[in-house]
DNA sequence: CCGCGGGCCTGAGAGC
DNA sequence: TGCTCTCAGGCCCGCG
């Protein structure tokens, strides 16, 4: 199926990037700026690099599934890594400046985007083979008009999220519990590898209407409580294991049933089979027997 | 106004 | 072996 399903980019998987690139771009300045291909999901402005030039990343953070490299100008580099996005990191240790900024019709690697020099040495190159990602900077006073930051929904693991704040963005929901979770306005971050993994975790069906873990006034039930903390204990673990992945590669066996269609349902004392779905147009992996 | 489905995009893998 | 077809999913948009 996707063999490259550990690489896609949900919430755990940006925030080991964020940590990568956290060293070589705070406190640092935008020496050169390399537009290749302006045509991502949302287009580059012709304005893009010149603006960004001479400007200096004060902390680079990330919200959902968005990297935000606050600028001292004031100024936002909001960065999505779409489906096949990634960053890669040079350092040279001689200060020399890699000749594929002479030109920017150089060849270069195949889907490397956008290439930003950095002050403090190193080259950060965005490539992306799809080009479902997208690089906008945005004043910080208009990061609440942008389209689907400003709609952002909880970060999981903030201190703010928890089931009263869950119940209440489900409540009166018909739509599959699924479907919601992967809903960037209710809660930031999850896409379809680690709603199901939660869902598992938290024995919910993801067919199961998401209204239905709200009392009628909003309140949260048991059932909520237990997705909370399903969905909690997941992206703590995927930020381990992703952020240890950038290391040392090989990271096998880590989901429990996203793409396990067939096999052996892993809940403790559960004899289950996991079966694959489709919802909204996307695989869904669950076990009917001990998710309810 | 909400929910669903289609489209974007390319590479991997299946099948003929 | 080499071609063609399908599928993967984050996000957006249009339709009912």
Known sequence: ???????????????AVRLALQPVMERARFEQVLVRR????????????????????????????????????????????????????????????????????????AHDHVVFRMSAGATITFNDPRRF????????????????????????????????????????KKTP????????????????????????????SPRRRAGSIATSTGAPRASACRLVTAIKKVMNDAIRRAT???????????FRVYDREGRRCLTPGCRGTVRRIVQAGRSTFFCPVCQK
Do not use: W
């Not at 519990?177 to 919910?204: F, M, P, T, W």
């Open 244 to 254: 240890a992945a950038q290391e040392d590669g090989s990271d096998a066996d880590r």
């Open 1 to 15: 199926m996707n063999s490259r399903a550990e690489e896609l980019p949900e919430l755990p998987e940006v925030e």
């Open 133 to 172: 990602g997208s690089i906008a900077l945005v004043s910080r006073k208009d990061l609440q008009r942008h389209r689907a930051l400003g709609a952002l929904g909880p970060e999981p693991l903030g201190p703010e999220f928890d089931a009263a704040v869950l119940a209440r963005a489900c409540r009166g």
């Open 177 to 204: 519990l699924k479907a919601a979770l992967s809903d960037q306005r209710v809660l930031a971050g999850l896409g379809n590898i680690y709603v199901c993994e939660a869902l598992h975790r938290a024995r919910l």
């Open 38 to 109: 302006p045509d991502l999901r949302v287009r580059l402005p012709g304005t893009f690099a010149a603006r960004l030039k001479g400007q200096t990343v004060r902390t680079l953070g990330r919200r959902g599934k968005y990297l935000l490299a606050e600028l001292t100008s004031g100024d936002v580099l909001v960065m999505h890594l779409g489906m096949s996005g990634s960053f890669r990191v040079e350092i040279d240790a001689d200060g020399t400046t890699p000749e594929r900024f002479d030109d920017e019709r150089s060849p270069g690697a």
